[in-house]
């Protein structure tokens, strides 16, 4: 949740800096990219405590906070990334894509070991 209140306060800066109101989402070239890597986090958020919260429950807490540190690291780096530059964004998309799939392999296993 830091997280999202982090970007979402991002965002803020960005219109004051740029004058760009509510509920307008275009303006400067960065405003635009620092409000599209807000959302985008946000987009993902629910996926990813859906899969934090199965993944530790059933297979393994520590292997799960783990990978769910690793995967807010990421993230940190995307938005970081994606407000400077748009290329900046593709190295943290794809770890934060490939630590999304490892949380859905370890929640499968750990359901298919509680239920079988």
């Known amino acids: 949740v830091l997280f999202l ?3 979402a306060m991002q965002v803020i800066y960005a219109r004051r800096k740029y004058k760009i109101s509510p509920p ?3 303006g400067h070239p ?3 990219r ?3 890597a807000q959302a985008n986090c946000s987009e993902y ?3 990813f405590i859906s899969l ?3 993944a530790g429950i059933f297979f393994h ?3 799960t906070a783990l990978c769910g ?3 807010l690291y990421t993230r940190l780096r995307y938005f970081q990334g994606y407000a400077t530059a748009a290329q900046g964004r593709l190295g943290p998309l794809y770890a934060s894509a490939w630590l999304l799939w490892v949380l859905v392999v370890l929640a499968l296993a750990g359901l298919l070991a509680h239920f079988l």
């Open 61 to 63: 807490q520590g292997v």
């Open 30 to 32: 960065e405003f635009e």
């Open 69 to 71: 540190l690793l995967y």
């Open 5 to 7: 209140a982090y970007f």
């Open 52 to 54: 934090l919260w199965v």
């Open 34 to 36: 620092t409000f599209r």
């Open 24 to 26: 307008e989402t275009t």
């Open 45 to 47: 958020f629910p996926i």
